[in-house]
């Protein structure tokens, strides 16, 4: 089969990409739902997820891409590989994160995962980037406390927006006492990382854990 064809970059706030994505039937797509979740925003082609379900078979994975070609086919092969812990959709997470989560119970999402984000390099354009406040504040509502969420891309100034948006919220906090992290701390690296080390370009990390809820003041 040939490989699938999909343009790089498609914008978010584009009127066919609004309607959110609805929650799935979390029993359906998971032989054992009750297993702690690992959510990859902008899963790309999958490969990463695909390889992390295999190793980890005691966790959850559900891949997140706007690009609904690659869900597709992304799908196809974990079908082919028979994993019942793993499942992609499409979505855009910037106005799906609360329909797709509505449903799952307390506690279970325990790592979130955004590597290597679409840029966006022209400031007109940082609305069309993945790690808003208001997905930050999404994922403070949904994460486990004790949970992570691990950025990295090989453009400096996107990871060092990304770690100012979860700064800014209290329910987060940076692990780590170097800038960045030296190594990887998952298992399996991202394609886009590996040609970023065959080329010798540097790579950004962070960690943040989920430290505490915040609870809704009311107004008082």
């Known amino acids: 089969m040939s490989p699938v064809r999909v343009r790089q970059h498609v914008n978010p706030l584009a009127s066919k990409f609004q309607t959110p994505t609805a929650s799935p039937d979390w ?3 998971y032989t054992q739902p009750n297993l702690p979740l690992h959510l990859d925003i902008g899963c790309a082609k999958g490969r990463f997820v695909l390889k992390m ?13 706007i690009r609904e070609p690659l869900v597709v086919e992304a799908n ?18 910037n106005n799906s994160l609360v329909s797709l989560l509505s449903n799952l119970p307390s506690g279970r999402l325990q790592k979130v995962t955004i590597q290597f984000p679409d840029p966006w390099f022209k400031n007109r354009h940082a609305k069309r980037r993945v790690v808003q ?5 999404e ?15 090989d453009i400096q100034f996107v990871v060092v927006e990304m770690c100012d948006r979860f700064y800014e919220h209290p329910a987060f906090e940076k692990l780590g006492t170097t800038t960045w992290l030296t190594e990887n701390p998952l298992p ?8 970023t080390y065959n080329k010798g370009e540097p790579v950004y990390r962070a960690l943040f854990r989920k430290k505490t809820e915040i609870l809704d003041s009311g107004g008082t």
Not at 53 to 65: K, T, V, Y
Not at 76 to 93: D, P, S, T
Not at 139 to 153: E, K, M, R, T, W
Not at 188 to 195: D, L, N, S
Request: glycine share 6%; proline share 5%.
């Open 27 to 29: 029993e359906s797509i």
């Open 76 to 93: 196809r092969i974990r079908e082919e590989m028979g994993l019942k812990n793993l499942h992609y959709m499409f979505a855009n997470v």
């Open 133 to 137: 406040p208001e997905l930050v504040t």
């Open 139 to 153: 994922l403070a509502n949904y994460l486990a406390v004790g949970g992570v969420v691990f950025l990295q891309s």
């Open 188 to 195: 399996v690296p991202t394609e886009r990382e590996i040609a």
């Open 53 to 65: 379900a295999q190793i980890e078979p005691n966790w959850n994975f559900l891949g997140l891409e």
